[in-house]
């Protein structure tokens, strides 16, 4: 399974982006996707996730909140990410997951552990 993640850029600051992510090969189960970030020198972060398990939902960091939103199509394998109002501190590289676990509380998809593919990574520059 290899998940391509596309969308990424340079933007300026309040403008936007959307990112991408589509799996191929091997078909799966899609329980959930997220986007995570890793900007030089910090550790990796999540940005938001979508569960379709258990009734659905999503799920963004606090910064991202009003600005992000998560999108996507378990059928299809894909997600999705609007960026609006972007800032320099979201540059970043963006990586999208995929999730074939059915884990009965959703905070587990908050975390990198619960994912079983990733991405390839996405950069994404808000400077001016």
């Known amino acids: 399974v290899q998940l391509q993640a596309s969308g990424g850029g340079l933007v300026q600051p309040g403008g936007s982006l959307r990112l991408s992510c589509a799996a191929s090969?091997?078909?799966?189960?899609?329980?959930?996707m997220g986007w995570f970030r890793q900007a030089p020198g910090k550790e990796r972060e999540r940005v938001a996730t979508?569960?379709?398990?258990?009734?659905?939902?999503?799920y963004y960091e606090d910064s991202m909140k009003g600005r992000f939103t998560i999108s996507g199509d378990n059928a299809k394998n894909a997600v999705y990410l609007q960026m609006n109002s972007l800032k320099p501190e979201d540059t970043a590289v963006y990586y999208c997951?995929?999730?074939?676990?059915?884990?009965?509380?959703?905070?587990?998809?908050?975390?990198?552990?619960?994912?079983?593919?990733w991405g390839q990574g996405t950069q994404v520059t808000v400077s001016s």
């Open positions: 997951a995929a999730s074939a676990r059915d884990y009965n509380m959703r905070y587990h998809y908050f975390f990198p552990y619960a994912y079983d593919y």
């Open positions: 090969g091997r078909t799966f189960t899609t329980i959930a």
């Open positions: 979508i569960n379709w398990n258990g009734g659905g939902g999503t």
